[in-house]
């Protein structure tokens, strides 16, 4: 997705996790990301993909079956550099060029490469809240002091 809309856009945001994006045609031979409540824009802002980021179409059941695939179907984004393509590459090993998907085709972000850790970190709760943190202290300084 970058090696297009990021030549030719003036601003591009970078997908995120938990995003719902769709396929959008510019420029009557490309495909753009966007967020999904940017299709009907005319001059929407492009959603740059990383290399490796794994995503859940949502297919139309009339598009799932000329694709030959399952209406949910998981796929990992590749930026390929010689030539400079895009690509969606499905489990099953095919991949296909994001201008050859069909437009107006929505997806979610599920994971986006170096987001992995961060994301587990934000998900799991810290032992002790920081106020709580705090009062745990004061009793262990005061027994502490009361031993001198």
Known sequence: MCWFSAEYANHVEEAKAGQRLGL???YRHSNWVVLES??????????????GTKVLFRFPETEAGSLHFDSDAEAIFKMLKQPKRNVFEFLDGRQ?????????????????????????LLASEPALPRDDDEKAKAPFLARLLARL
Request: hydrophobic share 40%; proline share 10%; with cysteine.
């Open 96 to 120: 296909i060029r994001l201008d050859d998907m069909p437009s107006r085709v929505v997806f979610d972000v599920l994971v986006v490469p170096g987001s992995e850790q961060l994301s587990a």
């Open 24 to 26: 959008k045609k510019m």
């Open 38 to 51: 940017e299709l009907e824009k005319s001059c929407p802002t492009p959603v740059c993909l990383l290399d």
